[in-house]
């Protein structure tokens, strides 16, 4: 039986959850004899173990198992009867003294409920939708790349299909080289300053500038010793900060040939006729659905911070632990799945905390306006955003299966269209100001522009 709900704050509430002690006996009971059907015990066949011998064995572990089931069983009921939306799991504690009536065991039950969620006025907020055009220089600078991802090297000075890579046989930005090279501080030679054959490419930043500063100019079978300084950040402690004197000697020197931009180019990127133009009409497409991709992310977190102010909410700390948890294990298996050892690592709750919180937050606020306005994703619109992630495979039909084969790959989906049809809802009620930004800048390439 239970008692009247207790209101401890906001949204903390107490149960206490009372059961009469003969019930639970005569379940223990009941299950101690199930369990001696195929109790074994040394000295006896499987099933003829003496009953005490049965309630020594198993006792306490059935006794537990029989109050957590009740327990539970009436917590849930309590909670429907008093219409509770709990968040997260109660806290089961024993409880003694007053309020315990003589054959009774009792247990309170603390807990969180879910929040009411207040919507502010929507046509009040500001929010501020990003716009970006890919140009023929955006699809120019694409196929760089795509050239530079191709490149390959030859020997400087030796004659070939691509030639001899020019009368200038010494080192320069973009060849590559093969060094040796030895350094030394206060002329001893440290840990990590020595290799032979070694391979980098001039003008890539792989190296620190002096290094590459003194490659530069160089030909093959010459050599230079020079000083050094490593920086007080550098990464190797034993030598941050220090100066050291290097000695390299130039091996061999290679030139960069990159691919024109021809019909075979068109090929090796998926072009069957080798055509240039249907190559950059591709291009295009892929880059405006990258585009729209991250003009869409962007849209949607200025909605999502208007939705925070404009929302009215406490937090229940249940979910906010559990996200954090959430969080914390995602970040775990991420760094795991990338080599690391993340056996003894710490973890800090204080660390997913924050972002765990905004998305309870969001995830409560985006509950609540989808319910007021009637926002779900429909299967056709559900349908129409896998067909659009299918699009950028080489089968799509085969990516249109796999969502739809796994009814959690399928709810992925639907939740984004639900962010999406919320997105449009405030978008349609706010005050929106647009705001064109640079190809670069949407996609986070200012430094390399």
Do not use: C
Not at 13 to 27: C, F, G, S, Y
Not at 73 to 80: G, I, L, T, V
Not at 198 to 219: D, N, Q
Not at 256 to 266: K, R
């Amino acid at each position: 039986m239970a008692t009247a709900v207790e209101t401890l704050d906001k949204l903390e509430r107490r149960i206490t959850i009372t059961l009469p002690l003969a019930d639970v006996r005569a379940e223990v009971e009941k299950r101690l004899k199930i369990r001696a059907r195929t109790a074994k015990a040394p000295g006896f066949r499987p099933g003829k173990v003496p009953m005490k011998m049965v309630e020594a064995q198993y006792g306490y572990q059935v006794e537990t198992e029989v109050l957590n089931d009740k327990v539970g069983r009436a917590f849930n009921e309590a909670a429907a009867e008093n219409n509770l939306r709990v968040a997260g799991f109660p806290k089961i504690e024993p409880k003694t003294g007053e309020g315990v009536g003589e054959g009774a065991v009792a247990f309170d039950a603390t807990f969180e409920v879910y929040p009411d969620v207040k919507i502010g006025d929507l046509s009040t907020v500001e929010v501020e939708k990003v716009k970006t055009d890919v140009t023929d220089a955006e699809i120019d600078k694409t196929i760089e790349i795509l050239r530079k991802q191709r490149v390959h090297y030859h020997v400087k000075g030796e004659q070939g299909a691509h030639g001899d890579g020019g009368a200038d046989l010494t080192a320069q930005n973009g060849d590559r080289v093969t060094i040796d090279f030895v350094g030394k501080i206060d002329g001893v030679e440290f840990q990590g300053g020595k290799a032979e054959d070694f391979v980098f490419v001039l003008g890539e930043g792989r190296m620190l500038p002096e290094f590459e500063a003194a490659t530069i100019g160089l030909k093959v079978g010459e050599s230079k010793t020079f000083p050094l300084n490593f920086p007080a950040d550098y990464h190797g402690k034993d030598v941050a900060g220090k100066t050291a004197e290097f000695a390299i000697t130039l091996k061999k020197l290679e030139w960069a040939h990159m691919p024109e931009v021809d019909a075979e180019f068109a090929k090796s990127l998926g072009i069957a006729d080798g055509d240039i133009g249907k190559m950059r009409a591709d291009i295009k497409s892929n880059l405006e659905r990258e585009v729209g991709n991250r003009v869409k992310a962007k849209t949607k977190d200025s909605v999502m911070d208007a939705l925070i102010k404009v929302a009215e909410l406490d937090v229940p700390n249940a979910l906010v632990e559990q996200d954090t948890e959430r969080l914390a294990e995602m970040t775990r298996q991420d760094m795991a799945q990338r080599g690391m050892n993340v056996k003894d690592m710490p973890f800090p709750p204080d660390l997913f905390k924050a972002q765990a919180e905004r998305r309870v937050r969001l995830g409560l606020i985006l509950a609540e306006v989808v319910k007021a306005n009637k926002l779900e994703a429909t299967a056709d619109q559900v349908k129409a955003q896998v067909e659009d992630f299918a699009q950028s495979y080489e089968d799509p039909q085969q990516v249109v299966k796999y969502y739809y084969s796994d009814r959690r790959r399928l709810a992925e989906v639907e939740a984004l269209v639900l962010e999406e049809n919320v997105v449009n809802y405030v978008l349609g009620k706010a005050k929106v100001t647009e705001k064109t930004v640079s190809f670069d800048e949407l996609m986070g390439n200012t430094a390399q522009a």
